[in-house]
């Protein structure tokens, strides 16, 4: 686990989420960010701040990365998402072209 | 990808890759090059239970599963462990 495979999120609140970049690549949004060339500052420092995006619907997006991972290699669970942040977390999905 | 575990100290939360074989130490290892602070100044407590992680003892042995949150706490000083803290954010429900 290198420094330079992983990206910090940052919530609306400030809470800061450390996850590798494959992970961070499931979202379409992220990925753009981080591979295009010389266009986002975000490229190079490896850190990325969502104003919109609070801090318990970012912690939720982060484990679905890694839930999707996990799915895409053959592990077979199901993704738990509580009835009261499916709205919120829809939109921020919607956003991150997730 | 085996499973992942979520380490959480004051207002970060580091989404760390890891395998139920892995031990403790394993874990401290990875961290160490994230945050810059050697494996013998980082203490792991798995939060569902308050249990400190033991460095020579597995994932799985110690009940650390997919999806566990550990919390992080350092030494300070060379000296004692801060106390476990994880930040909230003030309104868990911040519906716009």
Redesign the interface.
Same mark, same amino acid.
């Given at each position: 686990? @290198? @420094?330079e495979d992983?990206v910090k999120l940052i =919530?609306? %609140?400030?809470? %800061?989420?450390?996850?590798?970049k494959k992970?961070a690549m499931v979202s379409h949004t992220i990925r753009n960010m981080l591979t295009s060339p010389g266009g986002f500052a975000e490229t190079q420092l490896g850190e990325v701040t969502f104003p919109e995006i =609070?801090?318990?619907i970012l &912690?939720k997006v982060?484990?679905y990365f890694?839930w999707s991972?996990?799915y895409a =290699?053959g592990m077979e669970t199901e993704f738990h998402i509580e009835p &009261?942040i499916t709205? &919120?977390l829809m939109m921020a999905a919607n956003y991150l072209h997730t | 990808m085996a499973m992942y575990i979520r380490v959480k100290r004051n207002k970060t939360t580091y989404f760390v890759q890891c395998d139920p074989t892995e031990t403790a130490l394993d874990i401290k290892q990875k961290l160490q090059t994230l945050i810059d602070e050697p494996s013998t100044n980082q203490c792991l407590t798995l939060v569902a239970t308050n249990d400190v992680l033991d460095d020579s003892k597995t994932l799985a042995e110690q009940k650390v599963e997919n999806d566990a949150v550990v919390a992080l706490t350092l030494r300070k000083d060379g000296n004692e462990f801060e106390e476990v803290y994880i930040a909230q954010p003030e309104n868990l429900k911040s519906f716009s």
């Open positions: 686990m @290198k @420094k992983t =919530s609306a %609140e400030g809470f %800061e989420f450390v996850i590798d992970a =609070s801090t318990p &912690e982060c484990q890694y991972l996990q =290699s &009261e709205l &919120e | -």
